[in-house]
Structures are given as structure tokens and as C-alpha cells.
């Protein structure tokens, strides 16, 4: 049996060469991929999610296998719907359901029943196989389409998941497709999401389902989330991370009427030694007011000399970035510890950082190429260049891939802002690459 695409040219492009450029200028193709229990990708028209769903993709290593839950929009099949065998296509190829794995599911949930009808026309697992097929082409899949019910039939089958994927030793990643609050005014769609975020950050699939209750937050696939946080856990998750947040209002302009839209992954505790580096030393310096040495064993990419900047988060939010343009210490190493407290305690924007605060950040560490001066700006990516716009002693820097910022004349005119360079002054334009940790 094959699925055909139902929304290709309505929610993506039907055009492999299209839909390809498209998600091509989506996706962080330098990003530090990370091994990933599950995640939560959105599943809007591409130009309102896409920027959520490539981020979030981008993140993650790939596996031979994707069980992806999604809402039912369509109201029809099954209250509970699997596919146990047959082709999704897509106009990047045909993607083959795990049939083993979906049998292995089926056959031990209480819940679950296969059904075509449910998948038939419904989007939210379609829009995210061309993501997963531009990284890797041969990958296969389990589709689950879950219908409103109760917390404890989620979780029954995010057990099932687990135990399956456990069973069978299968190297297999669980998307859970979500939008977030649909159609208020973006602060009040913000308010509600944070709440429903922070949920999902603590692994804690109750309260998700309590604060979607109590706020009557309109997020499509809570069912899904609640499933994958369930199994996420079984399978050794510890952790999760919010990589970007964005409404439609970010695409339209339109902010009185938005959609919200949140990337996640769930993951172990193991951390980047170069990120728990950046860790230690914000968490020393706040606790015990001392510097950190480096650690005695450096990694070959913490001996080398380059410009870093460490970002710290909180609950999604920036809480402090502070980094330097090229090296002014004997090796990366070095210019994480200083910079990582720098950010926690000498960021102008924000107060230092509080020993209350350090269990809820969040650290990323962005080390940078050596900046080279760019004779056409039309051919920087604000995705993949960070730009510094110089004019005598003043310098601006803004890093790639930041939200919000969508062409490289938005970066000049923040560099700008930053440097103080009023906007007819004459400008030396840098470019640079940043390899990112988090």
C-alpha cells in the first residue's frame, strides 16, 4: 500500500528541486548534531514552522528509524490509528514503514489499532518526512495517530514505545508533531506556551496535561507529546532542550492572531565537554566567586586559538552572551571559561546570574572561524555567516542562525545599532562561520 502525499504544494513545494532549496535554507547544516532519545518538531505550511522544524532536525543524529505521533485533524479512522506495512511517499522519494517495529507496537498496546483511514489525509506526520529525508534518504518510519482521550492511554502507549524499541535494539528516534496555542495575540499564545514548555523541559508529562487543561491551551498534539515524554524516560532521557520558539506572526507580521511553534529534543545527560566546560565555570564563579583552571586533558578543538561566545538561556529566553571577535586567550579553552562568566555576571542587559538560577540554564558555545571581509553581501546566509560591521574603532558582531533575524541586511543594521555606526557612515563588512555546542 502506498500513502500518497496529501499537502505537497499546499503545505511544502511538490517540486523535489524546490522543496529541497527550501528546506536547505532551513536547516543548520554546520550544526553539532547530538544523539537524541525523541524530540518535538511542528507541522504548519513550511514558510510559518519550517524554521522550528529544520532547527530542530538539524540538531539531531540520524537514525534508521522514525516513530512519529501525530494529532488527528481529519476526524476520520481510528480513535488510536498505526500503519504496520506500506509506503509513505513524498516528492523526495518513498519512505518504508518499519514493519517489525509497528507490529512489535501493535501487538502490545491495549489502545492501538491498524488503520489507514486516520493516515490517509492527515499532515502532521507527512510535513515532517522531507525534513528527516534531507539528511539522510534510506530512513524508515512508524506512523501512530492519536485522538483525544486521557492521560492514561498516552502513556500506555509511550511505554509500549519504549519497551518495542528496547525489545527489538532499534536504532530509532520518536517525533512527537505539535503546534503550540493556535490563533490568540502573540503575548498571550507566549504566556501559554511557556507554561506548556517548562512542562515539557521537566520531562513531566502531568503537568503538561494539567497546564493544557487549566489554560486551555489549544496545542494540537499534546496527546503525541505526552507519549513520547512517557517513552523518552523508559528510554534514558534526563534531559530536554528547547531550540526555538517562533509564531506565524514571525513570518506575517501579523501578531494579533498567531500560531505558536516549539522545537525540542530529549536526550541523556551527557553534555559536549567543551559545553560543560562553559557549566562549570558559571556555576563555580556564582557559587564560589573562583575562576576555573582548564581541564588538564584538552580536546584537540579546545587547544586550538579562535573567538568564542557562550549564550547562556533560561526557560528559553537569552539570559546573558558574551564571546570575543578572535582570540585574546592562549587557546579555546581559556576563552570559554572567561567568557562563560562574563555572560552570567557582566552582560550589561541582564543582572547576574543568581544561585537560584543555575538548575534551570541553559548553556550553548559558539566558536568562531577567523572573520574575512566580504566584497558581496548577496552572497551571506544569516543562517550560516555571522557578520561584523566595522567603521574606525567601532565594531558590531552579530552570531548566524539567531530567531527573528532573516536577511543579512537585518544583521548589518543591528551590527550597527550595537556598534553605534550611524546608517550613513562608511563600513567595512566582515563575515565567519561559527561551530556550534550545546
Not at 368 to 381: A, H
Amino acid at each position: 500500500m502506498i500513502r500518497e502525499a496529501a499537502v505537497a504544494d499546499q503545505f511544502y513545494p511538490a517540486s523535489p528541486v524546490k522543496l529541497r532549496e527550501m528546506i536547505a535554507a532551513m536547516v543548520g547544516d554546520k550544526a553539532a548534531r547530538e544523539e537524541v532519545v525523541g524530540l518535538v518538531s511542528p507541522h504548519a505550511g513550511y514558510i510559518y514552522s519550517g524554521p522550528v522544524a529544520g532547527a530542530t532536525i538539524s540538531r539531531i543524529k540520524m537514525k534508521d528509524t522514525f516513530i512519529i505521533l501525530g494529532p488527528n485533524h481529519t476526524g476520520l479512522g481510528k480513535a488510536f490509528s498505526i500503519m504496520i506495512e506500506g509506503t509513505w511517499r513524498t516528492p523526495l522519494g518513498d519512505v518504508e514503514i518499519d514493519t517489525e517495529l509497528a507490529r512489535r507496537i501493535l501487538t502490545s498496546s491495549g489502545y492501538l489499532e491498524e488503520d489507514y483511514n486516520a493516515h490517509r489525509f492527515e499532515h502532521s506526520i507527512e510535513v515532517q518526512l522531507p525534513f528527516l529525508q534531507y539528511f539522510k534518504n534510506n530512513i524508515k518510519l512508524v506512523p501512530i495517530v492519536l485522538a483525544h482521550a486521557n492521560g492514561a492511554a498516552y502513556k500506555e502507549i509511550g511505554r509500549v514505545m519504549a519497551k518495542a524499541v528496547k525489545d527489538l535494539k532499534r536504532e530509532a528516534v520518536i517525533i512527537a508533531s505539535s503546534d503550540m496555542t493556535h490563533y490568540e495575540p502573540q503575548t498571550s499564545a507566549k504566556e501559554k506556551d511557556n507554561q506548556a514548555i517548562e512542562a515539557m523541559l521537566a520531562l513531566d508529562e502531568d503537568r503538561l496535561i494539567k497546564k493544557v487543561d487549566e489554560l486551555n491551551i489549544s496545542m494540537c498534539g499534546y496527546a503525541p507529546v505526552v507519549s513520547l515524554i512517557t517513552a523518552a524516560k523508559a528510554l534514558g532521557a534526563k534531559k530536554a532542550e528547547l531550540v526555538k520558539y517562533r509564531t506565524s506572526g514571525d513570518t506575517t507580521g501579523d501578531y494579533s492572531s498567531v500560531v505558536g511553534y516549539a522545537g525540542l529534543v530529549f536526550k541523556n545527560s551527557k553534555m559536549s565537554p567543551i559545553v560543560k566546560l562553559a557549566k562549570e565555570a558559571v556555576e563555580t564563579f556564582v557559587r564560589d566567586g573562583n575562576i576555573i583552571p582548564p581541564p588538564a586533558k584538552l580536546t584537540a578543538e579546545m587547544r586550538k586559538q579562535a573567538g568564542v561566545f557562550v549564550s547562556l538561556h533560561k526557560f528559553g529566553q537569552l539570559r546573558g552572551c558574551v564571546g570575543t571577535f578572535e582570540a585574546a586567550q592562549e587557546n579555546v579553552a581559556r576563552e570559554i571559561t572567561t567568557n562563560a562568566v562574563s555572560s552570567a555576571t557582566r552582560d550589561p542587559r541582564f543582572p547576574p546570574v543568581a544561585a537560584s538560577e543555575l538548575k534551570d540554564l541553559e548553556y550553548s558555545v559558539d566558536v568562531l572561524t577567523k572573520p574575512r571581509p566580504v566584497k558581496d553581501k548577496n552572497r551571506l546566509s544569516p543562517k550560516k555567516h555571522g557578520v561584523i560591521v566595522e567603521c574606525d574603532f567601532r565594531r558590531g558582531l552579530l552570531l548566524p542562525d539567531l530567531e527573528g533575524v532573516d536577511t543579512v541586511d537585518r544583521q548589518i543594521d543591528i551590527c550597527r545599532q550595537k556598534a553605534g555606526i550611524m546608517p550613513g557612515e562608511t563600513i567595512k563588512l566582515y563575515c565567519f562561520r561559527v561551530k556550534r555546542y550545546k
